[in-house]
Each structure stands twice: as structure tokens, then as C-alpha cells.
């Protein structure tokens, strides 16, 4: 009894815990508004149904697709897509959120590249963000903002002495396309390093490769540990695009409202309002002008209204915007532009045709203006550049109205070489931002007529030794400069003198050459009226003659080299053989010595050779050069690389690996990036099992266990691959063997030229041709990175959409190096597009891969008569 008892008991004690459980937890049904797609493609959807939905709330599609809501119809509603929608159908379910648009904001996100949405794009690894906020924010209110006082440094002398920018600004950037904007928006980003500014750059339909490029500068200039990049490429949808800026400035504010500086680029905002167009005709919103909706203005300024200085009460953070507008044929009374415009505080202004003049920053200072951040501009700039804006405006119209007249008073003459002067100094190389000091000392030096003397090319050479000068030698003034202090009149007085210092010390030489030509021309005179002309010319050539061999040489070794620049920039090569010197001795000023000054451009004039007699004379030859060409030299140049040549190469003593890899593309099928043969190729190549084949071979060919030599074969005469028995003890030939798929334990393989059909008995061989390895070794050419950036030459990029760089190819092989400056220790240098180009004359492994190929292109290409150079000199007086 006792046990049924206790039975009983537990049982009851169990359902009496269940009929508490249901009650606790009693479900009652939850209504859920759901629609049907009607239509989807290009971006929208059309939905029936939702009748409670609200403006700007988030549907989900099936897959997890997210949708905002843009349109509310009395029949549908309209619906833009933020994701690819390719697996979307009509009949489809969809169901409401509830939510507003919205994306993580922190800390977390520094360093980081995600799209509008949030998501991580640069596959370092999740986003780990507490906190969450609507893309679409009100603007603070006017009562919430505080005057626009502290300026915001670019960098740029041009911008921050004549256009300056404070924060909280919002300063709109705006040109014809590829005239520099980005590249203004990048360097003032650059320049807020270990400024405590937090920067936001936001890519709105931007070219996937543009955008890693950027993020590639960013990173190499140590930027991106405090950018935020949000990316949306010209494949996403028009919905995303969208909201990219918005999202963009809701991950700004967070910074702002903690008190913290924040500048924001939006790159650009006419992409943004072609894709608002866009969405706005699909779903038929009615257009206006240039087909734009109504309320296009709106979309903009209720962006821009959120970049404001808060007050002390609210932090007192900032947010800056430089938003970017593309012009087109210069056309700044577009819809568009004029919208910005009339939002903004001001604009700089961008002009091709100063682009096209190698001015840059293109910046057109008469057009450009800035309402507000004159007043927060550093007392010294004012005091130093306070009227150089109106003066170089000034200069600018006298210069266009200068063209039509051809006397000129001296006041006009010297208004225009001080503008000439004072646009030199406003140049600036891209990735190269200035501090307040070093920008400071050139304006002062410029106003103060320090460069009047001083030819316009020596100006940048002038500049840097100036700023030089005031960061090291004038460590004071230069901190009360970057405190903001204005400057006193001793502390103006001895930077320029400083200056003048340095620009004395430039042309301190050629002053002194002036001098000496003159006592030389007064002692000659001297002398020929007391004892007649002296007979000079025996003493003078007959040691000296045997140096034009070497000069000779030397204008063919930069020939080739400027051969191999122009065709890494795609431009057309020229061959010239030089077929006559003609030489006289002239009065002259020269130094003393064998003086050779290397030419620039596409052809070489002639030359300046000076001895050291007294008085000075100068051996001035006239060089006559016939261009390479016809179709016997065309024909030789792009005719393969015959086996012959790389047999007398191997048995000169040059290295079997480094023939291989300069005149072999392929071996029994193991490419040596044969797409390298021809323009830069915009895939990366295949090279690495080439490498180790080539280096296979050089490490027996050290033990002298292989040789390239004919034989008889069926009667003929073949080139044969040869392998010592000693060989087949070490592992390298086994190896080799293997790779090249031969069979094994033969000691002898013959070369067979572009046979296509594997055979194992076989090696088959395809070579390059002269043009194929002249352009093979342009690979290796060092570009300058602003080149890269204005698109002048094709970059290659491996699938996944990285950049391959050719030094990995050309290691230890060959490196032909670039610099804004003459290289002081070249074994051949070379100046093109603006830029020197030089192999260092300390690199051994490059000097040597030179001289391969320049005994290759005498040997292949050389094939074509050319009559030695004649040589005349004068013998008498």
C-alpha cells in the first residue's frame, strides 16, 4: 500500500508542475504581416501586400536578403535591394522587421574596409562592435553647434595658404575627371597622422581596383590604423550605393559625439546621386531636370547638414566633409554641382588644363573659395600669405592677357616672374604632405622675393633644401610656428635669411663659372695679341680621342635603357646608331676633365666634352645618329632567339640560369611568363617552376656536369642537352629530370625549337624574341607611384585581385630603380617623364643581367650592317 501511496504522490506532484508550467508559459498567437514579390530586378522589387509597412523599414527576403522600403504606394510597395538578388523570384515571401536601417559603430571598426551594411570586406576577420545605430540620423540642431574655429592641416601648401579648411567644414572637391580629387582627399588623410583625427573615406560605386589601391597607400603611409573604409564597387546594387554615405557618416558621428575630430570623404557624391536616379526612374518617381528626381537636393544636404562642430556641452568633436564631385568638359553650372555648391562652405576647384600643364595640384584658385575656414586659419599663414591669393589671382589673368602683347612694362615683367615663381612653389608632389613649418618657410621665401633670381627649374631643388634648413637648423621657430603663434618680424627676418643662405649657395657656382669666363676671355685676348695663335690641337687630341669609344658606348647603354622605360609606359621605342662625330675646339667655360652630360627624351643631342688646358677650350662634337629601322631590322628583332646565340652565350661563361630566364619563355611547357613578352600583361605570370628548373641547371653546370653542344643526330646536326654520369649521383638531376618529365638515366636530350608534342627523349624549347625581351625586362622597371595612381602604365593583379609587383619576378635578376633626382652613383641612368631612371651602380647581379642583354640584342638584332661611326677631329688650330 505504502508504494502505490508514493506512487500516487509523485505522479500528482508532476502534473501539478506541468499545469504550472503552461500557465507560466501560455502562448498566444502572434500576427506577422508578410507580402508576395510582384516583380524584382536591377536593384528594386515591387511587393503586394504589407499594408502597416513603414518608410525606410528593413523586409527580408528569402535567403537572408535584406530590402529597405522606398516607395509607398496605395497598391505596392517599392522596395530597394541591398544585396545581390539573383536567386529572387516574384511569388516569393517576404516579411516586415520592424527595424530602421542601421550598422555597427565603435573602436572596432579602425583599421577596418566594410560595406554599407557593416560587413567586413578585407577578410581579416569578424566585426566585434557593441553597439548599433540608424543609418539616417538627424542633423544637430543649430543651438548643438558651435563656430567652425580650429583648422584642419591638408598638407597642401595650395590648400591650406590660399583655400584653408577648418573643422566641422564641410569643403566640396570638385573637377573633370581624373584631374587629382582623390588624390587631394588621400593626402589630406595621410596628414592627419598622429593628429588625434579619426578619418572616414566612403567609395560610392568606385572601381574595385581603385579602391584597393587606395587602401594599399593607406596602409604603406601608416593611415589606416585610423581610417575607416566603407567600399561600394559600380557591381553592387544601385540600393547600396545609396545608403553608402549615410552609413558612412553614422560610423563618424560615433567619434564625434566622444569629443573626437572626424574627417569624412565621400568619393563621390555624383555616383550617389546617378544611383538615387536611378532607383528613383525603376520605380517611377517623376524626373526633373537631368532626369533627376525632385528632391535629389534634399538626399544632399540633409547628408551634409550632419558634419558640424558640437559644442563644449556635447563634446565638442568634430566632423569634416570633403565630398567629391565629377564635372563634365569643366561644365561647374551642372545640376549636380550647383547643388553641392549651395550646400557647402566653399569648393576647390579642379582644372584639367592645368593638370595637362604638369601643374599639380590642379588646383584653380580663382575658382575655388573657402567660407569658413578663413577665419580658422593659422594667425602665421595670414601674416605670411595674407594677400598671396588675390596677388596670384592677379597674376593668373595678367599672364592670359600677357600672350597677346609683346612689350611689356618692367612692373608687368617682374608681376610675371614672381607668379611664375610663386605657381612653382604651390606644386607638390602626391603622398609628399608638408608640416605647417616647412610650408610657412617657402611661402615666406617666395613673398619676400628670396626665388626672384633663381631660374624656375631650381626652384624645387631650392625648396627642399629650405625646408631642410628651417626643420633642423630652426628647431624654435618651428615649434612656435606648429603651436600657432603669429610670427614676430626677427623670427620672419632670419628665415629668410636663411633662405637666402641656401638659394646663394645654389648659385654660388654658376656665379663663380661666370667669373672665370670672363678672366679666361680677357687673358686669352691677352695673349694672342702678344705671341699669336697657339697651336693646341696635337697637345689636346691625340691622348684624349680613344674616350669617345667610351662615350659612344655609353649613349647605347642609355639608349636601351630609356628603350626599356618607354616600354614599361607602353610608348614606342627608338633605335639610333650613331654614324658620324664631327668635333671643334671652341672657347669655353667648362670644368675641368672629360665632362659628359647625358641626354633626356627620345633622342640624344650632342654632347659636351671639356679638357683641362689654360686657357679653356671646349671640344664641341656634333653627333649624327641614324634611326634602326627597315624591314631587314624589324624582321631581326622580332625573329625568335636562335639556339646559335644561346650556345656561344653558354660558352662565353654566362650562366645557363640567367640565359634561360632572360631569352627561354617556355621549357617542355613550364612557362616563363610568356604574357611578359609583350605590354605589361594585367594577369600575374607563371614563373616559379621555370626559377627552379633554370637554377637546377646552373647548380650542375657549376660542377661542370651539363653542356650545350651540336652533334651528328639521324645525320643532322642538333644542339644537345648533355649530362655527365657524375650527375645521376646527385639528387638536383633527378629532380630536374622530373620536372622537365624526361626519361630518367639518359645522358644526352636534344633541343628542339616550339615543337608542341611532348616527347620524354626531348626538350623543347620556346624562345623570345629581341622585342619580346626588351619588353620582358621593362617589367622590372620602378614606376613612381603617382604615375601608378594617374593610370600611365597597366598593373598586373593576380585572380583574387591583389596587386603583383615584378620585383618578385626580376629578384636577384635585374632592378632598374627610379627617383625624383639625379642618382649621385649610376652605372647607366636616364631621365624620362619628369623622373630619373638608373641601374645603381652597386648592383652587380643587374650591371650583369645588362651587359647579357646587350651582347644579346649586338648579337641577334645586330645582324643589320651599320657602318662604324666616323670620327672627325680638328688636328690644327
Not at 508514493?6 to 506577422?32: E, G
Request: net charge neutral; hydrophobic share 40%; with cysteine.
Amino acid at each position: 500500500m505504502s508504494n502505490g501511496h508514493d506512487l500516487n504522490s509523485l505522479l500528482d506532484d508532476v502534473f501539478t508542475t506541468f499545469d504550472l508550467a503552461i500557465k507560466k508559459h501560455r502562448y498566444k498567437p502572434a500576427a506577422q504581416e508578410t507580402g508576395m514579390v510582384k516583380f524584382v530586378g536591377r536593384g528594386i522589387a515591387l511587393i503586394d501586400g504589407l499594408p502597416g509597412v513603414k518608410s525606410e523599414e528593413l523586409i527580408i527576403f528569402p535567403g537572408n536578403i535584406y530590402g529597405m522600403v522606398f516607395n509607398l504606394d496605395p497598391e505596392e510597395v517599392g522596395v530597394i535591394i541591398l544585396s545581390k538578388s539573383d536567386d529572387l523570384e516574384a511569388g516569393s515571401t517576404v516579411t516586415r522587421t520592424g527595424k530602421v536601417m542601421d550598422v555597427p559603430v565603435g573602436e572596432a571598426l579602425l583599421g577596418r574596409v566594410v560595406d554599407p551594411t557593416g560587413r567586413a570586406l578585407d577578410h581579416i576577420g569578424q566585426l566585434h562592435t557593441l553597439e548599433r545605430k540608424p543609418i539616417e540620423r538627424e542633423a544637430p540642431a543649430i543651438m548643438d553647434r558651435e563656430p567652425v574655429t580650429v583648422p584642419l592641416q591638408t598638407g597642401l601648401k595650395v590648400v591650406d595658404a590660399l583655400i584653408p579648411i577648418g573643422r566641422g567644414q564641410r569643403e566640396l572637391i570638385l573637377g573633370d575627371r581624373q584631374t587629382g580629387k582623390t588624390a587631394i582627399a588621400l593626402d589630406t588623410i595621410i596628414n592627419q597622422k598622429d593628429k588625434n583625427v579619426v578619418c572616414v573615406y566612403c567609395a560610392i560605386g568606385q572601381r574595385s581596383s581603385s579602391v584597393a589601391k587606395l587602401i594599399e597607400d593607406l596602409r604603406r603611409h601608416e593611415a589606416m590604423e585610423y581610417t575607416i573604409v566603407v567600399s561600394t564597387s559600380g557591381e553592387d546594387p544601385p540600393g547600396m550605393k545609396f545608403i553608402a554615405p549615410y552609413a558612412a557618416t553614422t560610423m563618424a558621428e560615433y567619434f564625434m559625439e566622444r569629443g573626437r575630430d572626424v574627417l569624412i570623404v565621400y568619393d563621390d557624391l555624383t555616383n550617389h546621386a546617378i544611383a538615387y536616379r536611378e532607383l528613383s526612374l525603376l520605380l517611377r518617381r517623376p524626373p526633373g531636370r537631368e532626369a533627376f528626381p525632385g528632391d535629389v537636393f534634399y538626399i544632399h544636404s540633409r547628408l551634409l547638414e550632419r558634419s558640424t562642430h558640437l559644442k563644449k556641452e556635447l563634446g565638442g568633436g568634430s566632423l569634416t566633409a570633403l565630398p567629391i564631385v565629377a564635372t563634365e568638359a569643366q561644365n561647374v553650372a551642372a545640376y549636380i554641382p550647383t547643388n553641392i555648391i549651395s550646400i557647402t562652405d566653399g569648393q576647390i576647384y579642379l582644372s584639367p588644363d592645368l593638370f595637362r600643364k604638369g601643374i599639380l595640384p590642379a588646383v584653380d584658385v580663382g575658382k575655388s573659395v573657402s567660407r569658413v575656414g578663413g577665419k580658422t586659419q593659422l594667425p602665421v599663414y595670414r601674416s605670411v600669405a595674407g594677400n598671396l591669393r588675390l596677388s596670384y589671382s592677379q597674376f593668373e589673368e595678367l599672364e592670359k592677357f600677357a600672350r597677346f602683347s609683346t612689350r611689356l612694362d618692367e612692373q608687368t615683367r617682374k608681376t610675371l616672374e614672381r607668379g611664375r615663381r610663386v605657381r612653382e612653389v604651390l606644386k607638390q608632389d602626391q603622398y609628399k604632405p608638408l608640416t605647417v613649418s616647412e610650408q610657412i618657410a617657402v611661402l615666406l621665401s617666395v613673398t619676400e622675393g628670396v626665388f626672384d633670381d633663381l631660374p624656375v627649374e631650381k626652384i624645387e631643388e631650392a625648396e627642399q633644401s629650405i625646408r631642410s634648413v628651417v626643420t633642423k637648423q630652426l628647431p624654435h621657430i618651428s615649434e612656435k610656428i606648429h603651436t600657432g603663434d603669429k610670427l614676430c618680424d626677427e623670427d620672419k627676418k632670419t628665415i629668410v635669411e636663411a633662405a637666402k643662405g641656401m638659394v646663394t649657395k645654389e648659385n654660388r657656382d654658376n656665379s663663380f663659372s661666370l667669373k672665370l669666363n670672363i678672366l679666361t676671355f680677357f687673358l686669352l685676348m691677352m695673349t694672342f695679341t702678344s705671341i699669336g695663335c697657339i697651336n693646341i690641337g696635337p697637345h689636346v687630341m691625340k691622348h684624349e680621342w680613344l674616350k669617345y669609344n667610351n662615350v659612344i658606348s655609353h649613349i647605347e647603354d642609355q639608349q636601351n635603357l630609356l628603350n626599356l622605360v618607354k616600354l614599361r609606359y607602353n610608348d614606342s621605342p627608338k633605335m639610333l646608331a650613331v654614324t658620324n662625330i664631327n668635333s671643334q675646339l671652341l672657347l669655353g667655360s667648362s670644368d675641368s676633365g672629360l665632362a659628359y652630360t647625358a641626354f633626356e627624351g627620345s633622342a640624344p643631342p650632342g654632347d659636351i666634352f671639356s679638357f683641362s688646358l689654360f686657357p679653356k677650350y671646349e671640344d664641341k662634337p656634333t653627333i649624327t645618329y641614324q634611326p634602326l629601322q627597315g624591314e631587314k631590322f624589324v624582321k631581326n628583332i622580332l625573329e625568335q632567339i636562335s639556339l646559335d646565340v644561346l650556345v656561344l652565350l653558354n660558352n662565353s661563361g654566362w650562366s645557363v640560369e640567367r640565359i634561360f630566364r632572360l631569352c627561354v619563355q617556355d621549357i617542355n611547357g613550364i612557362q616563363n611568363a610568356p604574357g611578359a613578352s609583350g605590354p605589361t600583361p594585367d594577369y600575374a605570370p607563371e614563373y616559379k617552376a621555370f626559377f627552379t628548373v633554370a637554377e637546377l641547371m646552373r647548380t650542375l653546370q657549376k660542377q661542370n656536369f651539363t653542356n650545350l653542344e651540336y652533334e651528328f643526330i639521324d645525320g643532322e646536326s642538333a644542339l644537345v642537352f648533355s649530362l655527365a654520369e657524375e650527375a645521376f649521383a646527385l639528387p638536383e638531376t633527378h629532380k630536374l629530370l622530373e620536372m622537365l618529365r624526361l626519361t630518367p638515366k639518359k645522358t644526352k636530350y636534344p633541343i628542339r625549337m616550339n615543337d608542341i608534342d611532348h616527347n620524354p627523349n626531348l626538350i623543347r624549347l620556346r624562345t623570345r624574341s629581341v622585342m619580346g625581351l626588351l619588353y620582358y625586362l621593362s617589367q622590372s622597371v620602378e614606376v613612381p607611384q603617382e604615375d601608378v595612381t594617374k593610370g600611365k602604365l597597366t598593373t598586373t593583379k593576380y585572380a583574387d585581385g591583389r596587386s603583383f609587383y615584378w620585383s618578385e619576378l626580376f629578384s636577384n635578376l635585374f632592378q632598374i630603380k627610379s627617383s625624383s633626382e639625379k642618382p649621385s652613383d649610376a652605372f647607366v641612368s636616364i631621365k624620362y617623364r619628369g623622373s630619373w631612371f638608373y641601374i645603381d651602380d652597386t648592383d652587380v647581379e643587374s650591371k650583369r643581367t645588362y651587359s647579357l642583354f646587350n651582347q644579346i640584342f649586338a648579337i641577334q638584332a645586330g645582324k643589320l650592317k651599320v657602318e662604324r661611326p666616323i670620327l672627325t677631329l680638328p688636328i690644327g688650330r
